[in-house]
């Protein structure tokens, strides 16, 4: 009996994640997906044509030779819209929209990396006080990084009262109420002999700078514990800022040994 040669799988299988590529400007996202003929299950991808992957390689051409080189990630829909590294909100527009799988996660309008920039600028000064401006511009730092760096580097005498001292005591104090989103490490005493585990479990393996607290000393107001995580995430966002370190080479960790401060171990 002859049997048949077994079918080629298609490129791209409903459980394997699409591979697309992500390229860093200075101050800018482009998420493009840089091939051509691009296949979804086994199937030509309609909306990629030679003519936009010529485009594409076109855009790519002033950063080759330098160090501003894609990156290959393999997030897709919705993850990419979770993840304030890639995520550009109303800023995708419809080519990388369709290659990404966000079509329809968006409203329609797209606007342009400046636009963005000015509306985040006009809403926060439009707020009352400094620790609601900290809490807007924080809520950007978990939703889309790219246009929270970037104003950060323009605006740097402006809002760096607001990501650092003083405001950021005040947001310390408040912290464990105003918590939405993880960022950074916290290594406790509850993770005795799992130290390799908690640090295996940060996503970027390329890191280059760390900022360590203990919470004991946090601006004169003393031992805020846990609470002072928002010491070394300010101080880092300057960093990157400042000195041009990429986002996702810094780190802030807290070390939360417990704390002695009666108030916050009395607190529900």
């Not at 009996?1 to 299988?13: G, H």
């Not at 897709?76 to 800023?91: A, E, F, M, V």
């Not at 342009?112 to 600028?121: A, G, I, P, R």
């Not at 760096?160 to 912290?175: E, L, R, S």
């Amino acid at each position: 009996r002859v049997l048949s040669p077994p079918r080629s799988p298609p490129l791209l299988s409903p459980a394997s994640p699409l591979v697309v590529m992500v390229l860093f400007p200075r101050g800018s996202q482009v998420a493009r997906q840089a091939v051509g003929g691009a296949r979804l299950w086994g199937r030509r991808h309609e909306s990629i044509t030679a003519k936009e992957t010529h485009d594409l390689k076109a855009r790519l051409q002033p950063w080759r030779g330098t160090n501003l080189t894609p990156l290959r990630i393999k997030s897709h829909g919705h993850q990419i819209l979770q993840n304030p590294l890639y995520n550009k909100g109303t800023g995708f527009d419809y080519g990388e929209r369709d290659r990404l799988g966000l079509r329809g996660l968006l409203p329609p309008r797209v606007l342009d990396f400046n636009t963005q920039k000015e509306l985040v600028m006009r809403n926060l000064r439009a707020l009352p006080s400094d620790i609601d401006k900290y809490v807007y511009i924080e809520n950007l730092h978990d939703y889309n990084e790219t246009v929270y760096h970037a104003v950060l580097c323009e605006h740097m005498e402006e809002l760096a009262p607001i990501v650092y001292t003083p405001t950021v005591g005040t947001a310390c104090k408040q912290f464990g109420y105003r918590f939405n989103r993880a960022r950074g490490l916290y290594v406790s005493a509850l993770d005795k002999g799992h130290m390799h585990a908690a640090i295996g479990n940060w996503p970027h393996i390329d890191v280059h700078v760390m900022v360590v607290t203990d919470g004991s000393r946090i601006l004169g107001l003393g031992d805020l514990g846990a609470n002072g995580m928002g010491i070394p995430i300010g101080k880092l966002s300057l960093y990157c800022a400042a000195g041009g370190i990429a986002p996702h080479r810094v780190l802030p960790v807290t070390l939360d040994v417990g704390t002695d401060n009666m108030e916050l171990r009395e607190d529900k």
